[in-house]
């Protein structure tokens, strides 16, 4: 593909809802398109980056004023939309103004100015702040047409908040929808993130005016939270530019291996972010991983960013998952929550390390939604994306990772017949994974069916489009035997809930960590006794495990 991205579609403007939420103003986030509408992928992310390359992020002094920053801009272009956010604790506040035309945007950059000062880096980029009116300056009327589209959009709920609001639910179904909606990463949260790459394209434009820097990971496939990481790559020039031209640029030669060369060009990366770019710091170099990155902070989009010039291969897998969540629209929800378990019983950390990651449990569930097990499948394996493919879908990365499938779900043949609950999906997925054969099998989303194991590896994901890579090779074996016991524990809980929110639900699975807190201060009810009695058992015998659904043990703990 020459031009990576296609143009096409464009994404529909989400509505802002304003409601109150326990005293506090509080914006939720509506369906981001037209009803029935599916974007893919690669035209969503198009759309999301021209909508950055349209806007710029001004620090101002309140929320009001965007009164005033509404009739300045009015007078250099058209304003599309304005969203405002604060951050810390002393709050900074924010606004995104979004432009109408690209010419709109270049009017602004003409007449925005740098400050002269000696210790100032003149950087230009989509960062701005609105100094305050002066006698110079003037005052300026404030425009009646003003308009947020929403206030404090990045505030995120707290967990003793989340809590009441599940409490409330009627069922566990609910619980795991309403999970899902009050954590997932809103529109304000997709607008910053595309700033946050934007700022990089504009800092290295000027040497390399193709670069592109393309959001991958949970800040576009649908799965992340609201204040989930950046994961960047960055790419200097486009696959293929003109291949019948004459005139060929001259170029430097690199020197030392493709490796070296790239660390050698991350490190300069890292250091531009570092000197040059208005907000970032923190900046950590990690060059010698498989894949190279560099971690930065950006202070006024409350981003952590893992930026890389790697392959296409994470954004390729980004399509794949985001392909999943349009799918079935029970997906999203129960990733949310399996996802929010993990965290809670301490199974993911922030850090990396031996521990199962997000993207791995992502896998794990997306495999299990794709078997048919007690009833039909939720959804298609990749081959069947794979066979469905037609010629706008072949993409092959320039080292030979092929991330060819089908992207228009309208044209996919899938027989869409589970009707399960998300509370009877969450129950069988950990039923599922609690009885897994993980010593023999690998997990492989390939094909329906869970393989043979190619090498010894406590937990074998294959990756779905490198096969000859375990995504979760860093997995150790005690950290799968905890993932193990956490899983049956949970099955266990769940089991016992009934649908209707009686005895908390869905916060039930959550509170495992506190069972094992008390079980440390030896204070817990007779059947968190008992639970953990049992978890102890499984701890000391391999057959035990496997007698998880056993009906003696469930009858003993019952008593
Ligand atoms: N990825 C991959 N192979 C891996 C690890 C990661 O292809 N072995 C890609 C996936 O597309 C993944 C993305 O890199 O979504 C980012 O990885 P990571 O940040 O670990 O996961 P996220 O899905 O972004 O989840 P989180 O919210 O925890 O950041
Ligand atoms: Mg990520």
Avoid at 239 to 247: G, I, Q, T, V
Avoid at 336 to 347: C, G, Q, S
């Amino acid at each position: 593909a020459a031009n990576f991205i296609r143009m096409g579609h464009s994404v529909g403007f989400s509505l802002f809802e304003k409601s109150k939420f326990y005293g506090k103003k509080y914006y939720c986030q509506q369906v981001s398109k037209e009803q029935n509408t599916f974007i893919p992928f690669l035209d969503m992310i198009e759309s999301r980056r021209e909508q950055a390359a349209r806007s710029i992020l001004v620090q101002v002094q309140s929320e009001q004023s965007y009164k005033q920053l509404f009739t300045y801009c009015e007078s250099i272009g058209k304003v599309k939309n304005m969203f405002h956010y604060s951050e810390g604790p002393e709050p900074l506040h924010f606004i995104i103004v979004e432009f109408a035309s690209d010419v709109d945007i270049k009017n602004v950059f003409a007449a925005s100015t740098h400050i002269q000062e000696n210790q100032s880096i003149p950087a230009t980029s989509h960062f701005l702040w609105f100094r305050a009116a002066s006698k110079k300056l003037g005052r300026l009327k404030q425009d009646k047409n003003a308009r947020l589209s929403a206030e404090h959009a990045t505030q995120l709920i707290s967990e003793t908040d989340l809590c009441r609001e599940l409490a409330q639910c009627e069922t566990v179904s609910n619980q795991i929808d309403k999970l899902y909606d009050l954590t997932r990463l809103n529109e304000v949260g997709q607008r910053l993130r595309f700033l946050t790459a934007k700022q990089v394209e504009s800092t290295v434009s000027g040497l390399f005016p193709n670069i592109c820097a393309y959001p991958f990971g949970s800040s576009v496939n649908g799965f992340g939270k609201m204040s989930c990481d950046l994961d960047l790559v960055v790419r200097l020039t486009q696959d293929k530019e003109n291949d019948n031209s004459r005139l060929i640029y001259h170029c430097k030669a690199a020197s030392g291996t493709e490796r070296s060369t790239a660390q050698r060009n991350m490190e300069t990366i890292g250091d531009l972010i570092h000197l040059f770019l208005p907000g970032c710091s923190q900046v950590r170099r990690i060059l010698q991983a498989r894949v190279p990155i560099i971690k930065y902070h950006q202070q006024f989009t409350n981003v952590e960013c893992d930026l890389s010039m790697s392959n296409m291969s994470g954004v390729y897998m980004s399509d794949f998952l985001y392909l999943m969540g349009e799918i079935d629209p029970r997906v999203r929800p129960l990733l949310f929550t399996i996802r929010k378990w993990a965290k809670e019983v301490f199974l993911t950390n922030h850090s990396p390390g031996k521990w199962i990651t997000n993207f791995s449990l992502t896998l794990l569930a997306l495999a299990f939604l794709q078997k048919p097990l007690r009833s039909p499948a939720v959804l298609p394996t990749l081959n069947q994306l794979v066979k469905s493919a037609g010629p706008y879908d072949n993409y092959v990365t320039e080292d030979g990772i092929n991330g060819t499938f089908l992207r228009d779900i309208k044209k996919l043949h899938f027989e869409r017949q589970n009707t399960s609950s998300l509370h009877s999906l969450l129950f069988e997925f950990f039923e599922y994974y609690a009885q897994f054969d993980f010593m023999n099998k690998a997990i492989c989303l390939n094909e329906a069916v869970a393989i043979a194991k190619p090498e010894y590896s406590p937990l074998y994901i294959v990756n779905p489009l490198e096969k000859g890579l375990n995504v979760s090779k860093n997995v150790s074996m005690e950290e799968l035997e905890r993932f193990k016991i956490e899983i049956r524990n949970a099955a266990w809980i769940l089991e016992s809930q009934e649908s209707n929110v009686g005895d908390k639900g869905l916060l039930s699975i959550f509170e495992t960590k506190n069972n094992l807190k008390q079980k440390l201060n030896l204070s817990f009810s007779p059947k968190h006794n008992r639970l953990l009695e049992v978890n102890a058992l499984f701890d000391e015998d391999e057959e035990k495990k496997i007698e998880f659904k056993n009906v003696a043990v469930e009858k003993e703990v019952a008593k």
